[in-house]
């Protein structure tokens, strides 16, 4: 059996939220035995606190939204999958807004700091959820698919496709943890430019750039057009006769599968233990993915409870 893990020193990561545009503190903290992950808004009356838990997911709209009454933290899932990765049973996230600091849109620089700070580890037996039978999530809406089958070890394997002239079918799989910050941490968040006009109307991506998401220019608009999307990102003018990806070249070839390995990785990590499971994600999302860990919290409920 495993021991549990925890941090062995505080530290801080500055940068801007992606939809709030807010320049964000989020601070690790090590945290005792059976702790858990959990996530404390320092810049609200009372500094309440919640658990990173699926039973909490809130909303699911480009990136995984956790609250509690009138706390809510949105963009969780990077530093919870950097968590994960690094084995962190327990540790404390102080935040001073209403979400995580997007960085690099990547969970590079969240892995890169928990390495550097280095794991403390503990006394108690570190609880992992054991898949014993198939279980499974599709979402009706999209028909993203999830499911995790028996396995000794935890792994990950992503599809995802789009009708798009750049971004088809991709594939990704993370065969060990121990590989994830030299296989897929580098990845990060990517959009279409035709969703970008969506997301500003809803009032979102407020801190995004062309540096912290790869931006995909895959249906041609006009340069008038062009220019106000870039002049509303606060970038240089694009030239809007090009089709490719705006924010320059990519970190590995099939970066947008790769990232969503850290998204699923993320999202189940809100099931509160490690895996010991094969995960299997056809065009995942953030709704499937942790309407799938909302299951697992059900059987762990079961053993644990008998309810």
């Known amino acids: 059996m495993s021991k549990q893990n925890t941090i062995k020193n505080s530290f801080t990561l500055q940068g801007k939220g992606l939809h709030t545009g807010l320049n964000i503190n989020l601070t690790f903290v090590p945290a005792p035995e059976n702790h858990g992950i959990i996530i404390k808004r320092v810049d609200l009356p009372g500094q309440p606190a919640m658990e990173a838990v699926a039973e909490n997911v809130a909303e699911t709209v480009r990136g995984t939204v956790l609250k ?16 994960y990765a690094c084995k962190i049973d327990n540790c404390l996230l102080e935040v001073d807004a209403p979400e995580f600091p997007i960085l690099d849109g990547s969970a590079k620089i969240f892995i890169e700091k928990i ?13 992992y959820f054991v898949v014993k039978e198939k279980i499974a999530y599709t979402n009706p809406e999209t028909g993203s698919h999830i499911m995790v089958l028996p396995d000794d070890a935890f792994s990950v394997s992503v599809q995802i496709g789009f009708k798009s002239k750049l971004l088809k079918n991709q594939f990704a799989t993370l065969n060990n943890l121990n590989d994830f910050a030299n296989e897929v941490a580098a990845a990060r968040t990517f959009v279409f430019v035709r969703e970008i006009k969506y997301l500003l109307k809803m009032n979102l991506i407020k801190g995004g750039d062309l540096k912290n998401a790869v931006v995909i220019y895959d249906e041609l608009i006009s340069q008038e057009s062009m220019d106000r999307f870039t002049d509303r990102l606060g ?8 089709l490719g990806y705006l924010s320059g070249d990519l970190k590995y070839e099939n970066e947008p599968a790769r990232h969503k390995v850290i998204d699923v990785i993320g999202d189940l990590a809100l099931v509160g233990r490690q895996i010991k499971g094969k995960v ?7 709704k499937t993915n942790t309407e799938l860990a909302k299951l697992i919290r059900q059987e762990i409920l079961k053993e644990t409870h008998g309810i």
């Open 68 to 83: 509690i009454d009138s706390m809510q933290v949105s963009t969780v899932e990077h530093a919870m999958a950097a968590l």
């Open 115 to 127: 390495n550097k700070t280095g794991t403390e580890k503990q006394t108690a037996e570190r609880k």
């Open 280 to 286: 299997i994600a056809t065009y995942p999302g953030h």
């Open 235 to 242: 970038q240089p003018h694009i030239d809007a006769s090009q």
